[in-house]
């Protein structure tokens, strides 16, 4: 079983350099010990969390969750190190039961010598469910320190009992100055500086998108490549692919552009709106989810502000799945402006909510017999339509009669229009309805 933690002794040396020249640039520049992470001080820094835990050789379990290619495993492996604990390291895509139980038994072993386990499982939400389940028992009896690595949201990809037993800790994206660093750091280890203009430079990290890893391997393209002038963004272009964006149309990066997309248009903010639909676009999210989100936002936020938003929405999406693109983009380019500069209210989305409360609270209270139709004589005998009156018998085609059940009490107003839009005359012609249900009732 000790061959688990082969190839990492935590008395040596954190993590010796890796001389091979064969190896990947970012294994060669891989941290050493944990000051020359670049990045991260919100965890790292003279008080940061993680830095507590270290100084007090006392690890808990936690799970590291960001972006890739911003030193999950590294920091990892190195926390290990620092603390003076063993490490092995899982890979969730690759490891089974099986191999858990081998790893927790190894640790249980090693943890009876008076040495303690950080075992590191890299994807850890890729780990099915009863996965996890099996390595609750090790982590609360102590028998490893888990520390994960997940890409994605662990509120939605790891099991409640799990993370109650693990903090968090979200990683950052490298901003340009940081990756900067990078460029400089890979520069000073191959001995020689790039040959890129200034806006080619800035291009390649803009590229990276705040990978390091990334970054590192554009960077030992570019060296291989002889040019016998700084390469400019043209060149650049020609020599790297464009990466594609980062998003997971099934995960949560789905979700929180759809969420900014949404909210960029009830602001009223018709360039965010069509920054964040560009965004999906590219990341080759189905054009009808964003159609989808677009017909919702016309109906919770514009609503009786503007009618025309929802029909203006659902023709664009019907032209757009008829054209398709490239075309189709100047569809839903329109139906987002129309929803984004629309005036807003929500006073139908709200009206809805109170009347679902009364209808809860009520239950099944029978209607009021003068509004049910009487096609039998036993129906009309029991009182079925008696008294009901024909709105178009009376002045303005409005009887102002009573259409809620008796027991539900008096009458109700669930929907109050604002002064915004088309709602200013709706407001009108309700103002005008009460005051002849009012006349009426003196009458009465």
Not at 63 to 85: D, F, H, N, Q, S
Not at 120 to 138: C, G, M, N, W
Not at 141 to 159: C, R
Not at 212 to 224: S, V
């Amino acid at each position: 079983m000790a061959d688990l933690f082969a190839g990492f002794d935590p008395v040596a040396s954190p993590a010796a350099p890796v001389t091979d020249d064969h190896a990947p640039l970012a294994d060669r520049l891989r941290p050493r010990v944990l000051a020359e992470v670049i990045g991260q001080r919100h965890l790292l820094g003279p008080d940061a969390p993680l830095t507590m835990m270290i100084r007090t050789r006392r690890l808990s379990s936690f799970v590291l969750w960001g972006p890739p290619g911003v030193g999950k495993t590294t920091i990892a492996r190195l926390i290990a190190a620092e603390a003076g604990y063993a490490f092995v390291q899982l890979s969730a895509v690759s490891t089974g039961i099986a191999d858990l139980r081998r790893t927790l038994a190894a640790a249980r072993d090693l943890r009876a010598t008076g040495r303690s386990t950080v075992a590191f499982i890299d994807e850890l939400h890729r780990f099915s469910r009863p996965v996890q389940d099996a390595l609750l028992p090790a982590v609360e009896d102590g028998t490893i320190v888990l520390i994960g690595a997940t890409t994605e949201n662990p509120s939605f990809s790891l099991v409640a009992a799990l993370l109650s037993r693990a903090k968090v800790f979200t990683l950052e994206r490298l901003n340009a100055a940081e990756l900067d660093t990078v460029v400089a750091r890979a520069e000073a280890h191959i001995g020689r500086t790039l040959a890129l203009e200034p806006d080619a430079r800035d291009a390649l990290i803009a590229m990276a998108d705040g990978d390091a890893r990334y970054l590192l391997g554009l960077y030992e393209t570019l060296f291989l490549v002889e040019q016998p002038a700084p390469i400019d963004v043209a060149t650049l272009a020609a020599i790297v692919q464009k990466r594609a964006p980062l998003y997971d149309r099934g995960q949560e990066e789905h979700f929180n552009l759809l969420s900014c997309f949404h909210k960029s248009l009830r602001g009223s903010d018709a360039d965010a709106a069509l920054y964040w639909a560009a965004r999906m676009v590219r990341g080759g999210e189905d054009a009808g989810v964003i159609f989808r989100r677009l017909a919702c936002a016309a109906s919770e936020d514009v609503g009786m502000a503007d009618p025309q938003a929802l029909v203006q929405v659902m023709t664009a999406w019907q032209a757009f799945e008829r054209v398709g693109m490239p075309e189709g983009r100047l569809f839903l380019a329109q139906a987002i402006n129309y929803v984004a500069t629309a005036p807003k209210s929500n006073a139908s989305y709200v009206a809805f909510d109170r009347a679902s409360a009364l209808a809860k609270e009520t239950g099944s209270l029978p209607p009021p017999k003068h509004i049910l139709n009487a096609p039998t004589k036993l129906m009309k005998e029991l009182g079925y339509h008696a008294g009901y009156r024909y709105d178009h018998d009376f002045p303005d085609a409005y009887a102002a009669q009573d259409y809620f059940p008796a027991e539900a009490g008096d009458a109700h107003r669930f929907y109050e229009p604002n002064e915004r839009g088309y709602e200013r005359e709706i407001r009108k012609r309700l103002a005008f309805w009460a005051e002849a249900r009012a006349r009426r009732q003196e009458d009465e």
